[in-house]
């Protein structure tokens, strides 16, 4: 295998960890938040900070690193519309995704303390939840017009 092909392959495998882990772990984490069970809620997102530390950060870096190489390779400059929108799409979701970590981290430790306490969960975690939800929704459907820009490579 020559070298532009392996880092097409990681660059897919980790594009599939990256954007699998994370709608696996929204899934998980939307549907427990709502479940009502704050020790459900105090497992789960203690997992989905796991996950994202474990799989998802380590393949936003490998991402951006294999695809400037694979872009390098092909010859193909950042200023190639496609190429230039996948970036800032990349980017934008990336902005999102930094404060759900926060938020993520805060929620786990919230749920944990009231699972700990036998308390209910406090307002400030519904805050938080709001706000997941909020940066969520952007960042998988700028990561889906990533998706659909790396495959397709149209001309804008």
């Known amino acids: 295998m020559n070298t532009y092909l392996l880092l097409k392959w990681i660059h897919i495998v980790s594009s599939v960890v990256l954007v699998g882990t994370g709608l696996g772990s929204a899934f998980y984490m939307?549907?427990?938040n709502r479940s009502g069970s704050v020790a459900a809620q105090a497992v789960v997102s203690r997992l989905v900070v796991r996950a994202?530390?474990?799989f998802t950060s380590p393949a936003v870096v490998v991402q951006p690193i294999t695809g400037l190489a694979l872009a390098h390779m092909a010859g193909w400059p950042l200023s190639t519309p496609w190429l230039a929108l996948s970036i800032v799409l990349y980017l934008f979701a990336g902005l999102c995704w930094?404060?759900?970590v926060w938020l993520q981290i805060?929620?786990?430790r919230l749920a944990s303390q009231a699972f700990a306490a036998g308390q209910?969960?406090?307002a400030l975690h519904a805050h938080y939840q709001r706000?997941?939800?909020r940066l969520?929704?952007?960042a998988f459907a700028a990561?889906?017009?990533v998706f659909y820009l790396m495959v397709n490579k149209p001309a804008l």
């Open 30 to 32: 939307f549907f427990t």
């Open 52 to 54: 994202d530390w474990w």
């Open 98 to 100: 930094l404060p759900v």
């Open 106 to 108: 805060r929620m786990s």
């Open 120 to 122: 209910p969960l406090p």
């Open 131 to 133: 706000w997941w939800e």
């Open 136 to 138: 969520g929704y952007p």
């Open 143 to 145: 990561m889906g017009i």
